[in-house]
């Protein structure tokens, strides 16, 4: 029994040799014809067949196959041990009718479907119609994928196979399309309350998602930026984690100057209503995750502007669709310049690793500690004036 193989979905064996199907009563001829099938004694020929007629509600005979065989259904994949799909068939688009022959086809489809060739003698192609154009006209599809079950006699007919993967796969690519945009169809009764509210289709309509939220990405941490082999990008994210840096530094510093504000004020900060203080005094949140997911949310942001700033204005509006009041480009136009001021990229140090021993003074020394400390001062100053000009609707 190892040179066969049962298939439950259409109830038959298929030879591993010739890759042909067999109803259970033909195994034993099946197996005496042919050079690749001579080869066993009519002995165990008979013992394979008896084995096989055992097999519960397989077809038996060429009777059977004509009343109660099925094809296998074009939506699953090809079946394994049949021969490899072709893929130059010809397949009606409203019959499971499949040919290689172009004559044959055409004969199908006039006799079934009525069809009339608009190219038969004394007919011209439209003008301006190409190839593509009219082959989107014909009741047949081209390069249909087929395989067959018998040489010949019942159930010797091309089945396709792999509609529903290749339906799968062009469908696949058209979401994959769609959520790259903000524009995909469904209208209201897909959008969610916050998305409407937001005006988030509207404004990012047409725009690439996946480049936004490239855009928007924080910095890697140190060392996969010690593992980035391109130096521009290297640098680049080194700016990035300056950024970050510089924006957590002014966060400790707002989170300090809580200690400063009289405790009634901040009750007064933390009120809803303005004749009522509230309970609770106004603070930064309560766990630790909390306020770190903030910090990433912000710092990304930041991200998100600087790679906006280097569009330009105008070209931030047309990529990434986002608008800017001239307060607030001026102030990130200022923490773009200072993150890209030091020409090489350096900053002053590997944020991550705390600030480097060896700046030496002089003129080809680099930055001393004391012009580190004031651009990085300046910086912390732009992103605090940023902040606060980016909370503020323009």
């Known amino acids: 029994m190892s040179r ?35 080869t066993r004694s009519a002995g165990k020929r008979r013992a394979i067949t008896q084995k096989v007629q055992q097999i519960p509600e397989i077809l038996v005979n060429q009777a059977q196959l004509g009343v109660s065989f099925q094809f296998s259904d074009p939506a699953c994949a090809a079946v394994p041990f049949l021969q490899r799909p072709a893929d130059d068939g010809l397949g009606c688009r409203r019959y499971p009718y499949i040919s290689r022959a172009l004559q044959k086809i055409q004969k199908h489809c006039r006799t079934a479907h009525g069809w009339v060739n608009p ?24 390069g249909v994928r087929y395989q ?19 339906y799968g796969g062009n469908l696949a690519a058209d979401e994959e399309g769609r959520r790259r945009t903000a524009d995909g169809a469904g209208g209201v009764n897909v959008e969610l309350t916050w998305v409407k509210e937001m005006g988030w289709a509207k404004y990012f309509e047409g725009k690439d998602l996946v480049e936004l939220y490239e855009a928007g990405a924080g910095p890697v941490s140190g060392a996969a930026r010690a593992r980035l082999r391109d130096a521009t990008a290297r640098e680049e994210q080194q700016r990035l984690a300056r950024l970050g840096g510089s924006f957590d530094r002014e966060m400790a510093k707002c989170a300090k100057r809580f200690e400063a ?29 909390s306020m770190d997911r903030y910090r990433a949310y912000w710092t990304r942001y930041l991200c998100y502007c600087v790679r906006a700033w280097r569009l330009g204005r105008d070209g931030a509006g047309v990529r990434y669709g ?19 001021g030091d020409g090489d990229g350096d900053g002053g140090g590997d944020p991550d690793e705390g600030p480097d021993e060896n700046l030496g003074g002089g003129l080809g020394g680099g930055l001393t500690g004391a012009g580190n400390a004031s651009t990085e001062e300046a910086l912390d100053r732009s992103v605090f004036q940023f902040w606060i000009d980016g909370a503020r609707r323009s």
């Open 261 to 289: 504000v009289p405790y009634e004020t901040l009750r007064w900060l933390a009120s809803i209503d303005p004749n009522k203080p509230a309970g609770r005094p106004f603070g930064t949140k309560d766990h630790a995750s």
């Open 4 to 38: 066969y193989v049962y298939d439950f979905g259409v109830r038959l064996i298929i030879c591993k040799k010739c890759r042909f199907a067999c109803v259970a009563g033909e195994v034993e001829s099946h197996l005496d014809g042919g050079a690749d099938h001579a």
């Open 148 to 166: 067959k079950f018998f040489r010949a006699r019942a159930a010797s007919g091309w089945f396709e196979e792999s509609m529903l993967a290749t």
């Open 119 to 142: 190219l038969a003698k004394g007919r011209w192609r439209r003008e301006g119609q190409g190839k593509k154009a009219a082959a989107a006209d014909l009741p047949w599809r081209e």
């Open 322 to 340: 986002v608008r800017f009041s001239d307060a607030q480009w001026a102030a990130l136009d200022d923490v773009a310049r200072l993150l890209d």
